[in-house]
């Protein structure tokens, strides 16, 4: 249940009262922290790491997400990133296909772009708690608390903007976990060096999985693929052995492996990721990001989704905030305005999903859309979004 507010106001300072209290700090937790904290609101954040990180992501982003990324402050042309505007798919079997994408994309390390964002966080008042992992959120009296290694402390609105799996979820016993059923995935990411075409992303299919490169910054390519954990567990849980025994069985994927030059020895791994729908508020908390719903990473646009949605998420509070709405209210149109936006594209991820790392069904897939590459079109745009 948490620990009420009304025994602990004694150890409350007034440094410890927020109007809004965020938990995570990947893109949809910066990026509604600093929105927030420029409309002078008090804003504290929570990251349970310490910026600048390594996290695993595919670390592609829609330019659906370009124009806001450069209006919160962001030097993008000045970084000269790779722009990438094509997709190349191939099945477990080596069967290809290559086509245009709509809108295209942009590659840059979640290690540069989140430390660049929490920066900009702090520039704009942010009171950001790294290292700091919050244990629960008690919702009394209009009133948020928020019990975490760094201490108590309270917020009239709170927002989770985790990724996977948390333990907030599992307190609130959260209906997609009873729903999830026990198939977990896992995710693994390296940088590399690669001879590969600078424009393209490429998704690479294989039992139970796939794996997607494209170029960061720096000459720099991201190589991440996810994968059911029966896999890993299947092969000792081990990473090198896996990718030997299944990822290899694509021949592309085996002679992309064998060439590239991995940057740093150790990948970067996470486990415990669902797709399963879910909820945009619980307990009186505002989900944004992965914690209100995961699109399958291989429609490339998660990262659009969780700016995005700190984008609706921000204008909604600030009416509650100013008092032009009650609470149910806020609530009720931020589910509404997410689900509007996002609903579709993530019933089309979870269809699409099923076909990859299926590998039977991802050959006929492949083999299907080849002769109608403006099929491939269709489906990249209900995946996506415009600007913002």
């Not at 520039?123 to 760094?150: P, R, Y």
């Not at 909604?316 to 009650?326: A, D, K, N, P, Y």
Request: hydrophobic fraction near 40%; aromatic fraction near 10%.
């Amino acid at each position: 249940m948490g620990i009420p507010l009304v025994n602990h106001s004694s150890f409350m300072s007034a440094n410890s009262k927020y109007d809004v209290a965020i938990v995570g700090g990947g893109l949809a937790g910066l990026s509604l922290s600093i929105l927030l904290a420029r409309s002078n609101y008090r804003v504290c954040l929570f990251e349970k790491e310490s910026y600048p990180f390594h996290k695993v992501c595919g670390e592609y982003i829609s330019m659906e997400s370009w124009d806001f990324l450069i209006k919160l402050g962001l030097p993008l042309e000045a970084w000269d990133l790779p722009k990438i505007h094509q997709l190349h798919i191939t099945s477990p079997g080596g069967i290809s296909i290559t086509e245009t994408l709509p809108l295209g994309g942009f590659g840059i390390s979640r290690y540069k772009l989140d430390a660049a964002m929490a920066s900009l966080a702090k520039q704009a008042g942010v009171d950001l708690f790294e290292n700091s992992k919050v244990h629960n959120i008690h919702f009394e009296g209009g009133i948020h608390t928020i019990e975490s290694n760094t201490g108590l402390h309270t917020a009239t609105v709170a927002c989770a903007c985790y990724g996977k799996k948390s333990n907030l979820d599992v307190k609130w016993k959260r209906r997609f976990i009873k729903e999830d059923g026990t198939q977990n995935y896992v995710g693994v990411k390296y940088h590399v060096r690669a001879n590969l075409p600078e424009s393209q992303i490429a998704l690479h299919n294989f039992h139970g999985g796939y794996c997607g490169i494209s170029r960061i910054e720096d000459g720099r390519y991201c190589l991440c693929y996810l994968t059911i954990s029966e896999n890993l567990k299947n092969n000792g849980h081990s990473i090198a052995l896996m990718e030997d025994k299944v990822l290899k069985q694509n021949p592309a994927l085996k002679k992309l492996l064998e060439e590239v030059s991995v940057i740093y020895d150790e990948p970067v791994t996470i486990a415990q990721i669902s797709f399963a729908k879910k909820s945009q508020v619980e307990n009186h908390v505002l989900c944004i990001g992965d914690a209100a719903g995961m699109i399958a990473p291989l429609c490339g646009n998660g990262m659009s989704m969780a700016l995005h949605g700190s984008k609706i998420a921000a204008g909604t509070i600030g009416t509650f905030l100013s008092r032009q709405v009650s609470r149910e209210d806020m609530e009720r149109i931020y589910q509404k305005n997410w689900n509007r936006l996002f609903a579709k594209r993530l019933r089309t991820g979870r269809f699409i999903q099923r076909f990859f790392g299926n590998t039977l069904w991802s050959g006929i897939l492949i083999r299907a859309l080849k002769p109608f590459p403006f099929l491939i079109r269709s489906l990249t745009r209900q995946t996506h979004g415009q600007s913002f």
